[in-house]
């Protein structure tokens, strides 16, 4: 099978001749920039390690060279993203939110919220970003289908727009929209409104360049905490799962393409109610979080929804022997990887704690035992 071959059916639960592997297919799913320097040194690689693909994380786009050594199925077509305006690493972005740079690592943490001190009736004046900024299309449809007729790889969309709950939590600060959620449910549908509107013309425009060539689109919402959810079960179904449903919806309406949604943490508890909202696909698959046990999720959802990346980052990767990260990449592709429903990548983007070296052992375990 081709890549594409092989994704396509892999996300449609059908019967594939491998798994199929994800290395740099997306923004949550690929290296920062410190990482990519370390991996193109171990390969005697001599170029860039830039540039920077997405500002909050740090990441970067992977080289051509490490695609084809970890035989990635994936091939990210992202929007063109320009530099913001730094004065003393800190930036603001289209909504206004500032964000200064973690050091000495390459994230970015949200230092001030435009929406703190906000009123409901201040919503309707709230900066946004311009979805119609043609400076993030350029060229993008030629790209994509370039790709698409003149090589074999599996196509994807990525994270552009976060979602409702991540950008009102960066929008008005963590413990306001927590406390919002509870006793100012008018306000929060407000500001949700809003954001429905912006995120239906972003994907409109997203969709109109690279729906017909893709085989999924991200879509980014954490939700989840190492032990539990941010929030309960109820809130999330009350409030936040309706915009969910509304936006899945309008996507697979618009192009025949899978949703991935990003979700970081111990979700098990709503991925009942994600598979409802119309989620396809499930990423990162944090293994290390509470309930997400991958024998227990592979046999509760199982061809309902697919799952993609679950290789662990917090543990096994960093500070495991080459021997405890072969039988991860073993045992995942056993279990997950059964009767098609599964993408093997990392639990999120590589870090500069993880040495080189493991994510060599990584992938050429994948290569391995991708077979079973």
Request: charged share 30%; hydrophobic share 35%; proline share 5%.
């Amino acid at each position: 099978m081709t890549s594409r071959e092989r994704v396509r059916k892999a996300l449609n639960f059908e019967k594939t001749d491998k798994v199929p592997i994800d290395f740099g297919g997306t923004i949550v799913s690929c290296m920062d920039l410190k990482a990519h320097e370390n991996l193109l040194s171990y390969f005697g690689i001599v170029k860039d390690a830039g540039p920077i693909i997405d500002y909050t994380m740090g990441t970067v786009e992977p080289a051509d060279e490490l695609r084809k050594e970890f035989e990635t199925d994936i091939y990210r077509v992202g929007l063109n993203i320009s530099r913001p305006d730094m004065n003393n690493n800190t930036y603001k972005d289209g909504f206004g939110i500032t964000f200064k740079k973690a050091e000495p690592h390459e994230y970015f943490d949200v230092v001030d919220s435009p929406l703190k001190d906000a009123k409901q009736s201040d919503i309707k004046d709230m900066q946004m970003p311009d979805p119609d900024n043609e400076k993030m299309y350029t060229g993008l449809k030629k790209k994509a289908k370039e790709l698409f007729n003149n090589t074999d790889y599996a196509l994807a969309a990525d994270f552009g727009v976060p979602g409702f709950y991540e950008t009102s939590q960066k929008l008005r600060g963590y413990e306001n929209i927590a406390c919002d959620l509870m006793i100012d449910p008018d306000f929060v549908k407000e500001l949700y409104e809003k954001l429905l509107v912006l995120q239906k013309r972003w994907f409109k425009n997203y969709l109109e360049c690279v729906g017909a060539y893709v085989e999924v689109i991200g879509y980014a919402d954490d939700l989840g905490m190492q032990d539990r959810l941010q929030i309960s079960p109820e809130v999330y179904r009350e409030v936040i799962k309706p915009y969910h449903k509304e936006i899945f919806s309008y996507i697979h309406q618009i192009a025949d393409v899978k949703i991935l949604l990003h979700s970081c943490g111990a979700i098990e508890p709503i991925i009942e109610d994600l598979i409802d909202a119309g989620v396809d696909v499930l990423n990162p698959l944090q293994t290390a979080a509470k309930g997400m046990d991958i024998e227990i999720l592979k046999e509760k959802y199982g061809g309902r929804i697919s799952f993609w990346g679950g290789m662990d980052e917090q543990e096994i990767l960093p500070f495991g022997s080459p021997e405890e990260i072969e039988e991860e990449a073993r045992r995942l592709m056993s279990v997950m990887g059964k009767d098609g429903g599964y993408v093997f990548g990392p639990g999120h983007n590589f870090q500069a704690d993880t040495a080189a070296e493991k994510i060599v052992f990584m992938y050429r375990a994948a290569k391995k035992y991708r077979n079973i």
